[in-house]
């Protein structure tokens, strides 16, 4: 049997991610999100895991240097790569949005029009903004973006909220949603060809766990 190799993100999406494999019998004990070690391989398995950068995730499997990956929906609009998506995860649950801060809220959206905007997601604030019909001034920044406004960087942002609690702490104010988004399993698309009954059971398992998991 070849190897699967699974992409795994740093980050939010990581432990959940690692539990929910080891429930369908891909269990990687020495896994571990800051692991030094890059490429963790099961011989019982024959499954390989690699850490990877979230925004790098959906490259690794677009070029079948990983053969799945789980990985935010946000992150998938953002770089439309090619890949399958197979299963929404129904974890990683967060929205993209604009906020700014709350003691300059606007009457209407349209009034921040021609403002300046930090994200770490252009493709997506630039397609947002178009459907508005609104031209702004996109800065793009890889992290921490909430602190774009307070120090004079940007007027808004274009980020995302899970607890609220960061946009909180920062005295800012979301004033519209962009898009909801939550963890994907994804494929690439010859490795979906060529390990399909693998993957295939791999999507049915994860449906039926998370599926328990969901029920009260
Ligand atoms: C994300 C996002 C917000 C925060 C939102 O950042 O960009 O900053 O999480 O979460 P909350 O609503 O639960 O507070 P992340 O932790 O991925 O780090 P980053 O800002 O460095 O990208």
Redesign the pocket.
């Known amino acids: 049997m070849d190897y699967l190799t699974i992409a795994l993100p740093k ?2 999406l990581f432990d959940k991610s690692v539990k929910v494999l080891a429930k369908v019998g891909y269990a990687a004990d020495n896994v571990v999100e800051d692991s030094r070690k890059l490429v963790i391989t099961n011989e019982e398995t024959k499954v390989k895991f690699i850490i990877v950068k ?1 925004m790098d995730l959906p490259t690794y499997v677009e070029y079948g240097a990983a053969d799945i990956g789980i990985i935010g929906k946000d992150v998938l609009l953002e770089q439309r790569k090619d890949v399958y998506e197979l299963l929404d995860m129904g974890y990683g649950k ?1 929205h993209l949005m604009m906020a700014v801060p709350a003691a300059r809220v606007l009457p209407n959206i349209m009034d921040y029009t021609h403002m300046r905007v930090a994200t ?1 997601y252009p493709n997506s604030a630039v397609e947002f903004f178009d459907k508005m019909g609104m031209q702004m001034e996109i800065v793009k920044l ?5 602190l774009a406004p307070i120090v004079g960087l940007s007027e808004l942002i274009v ?11 920062n005295n800012l104010k979301e004033v519209a949603t962009v898009y909801p988004s939550s963890a994907r399993l994804i494929a690439n698309k010859v490795s979906f060809k060529l390990q399909h009954q693998r993957i295939k059971k791999l999507v049915r398992d994860l449906k039926k766990v998370l599926k328990e998991e969901a029920q009260p």
């Open positions: 980050g939010k979230t967060c770490k890889n992290g921490s973006i909430e980020d995302i909220v899970e607890t609220g609690t960061t946009i909180r702490e």
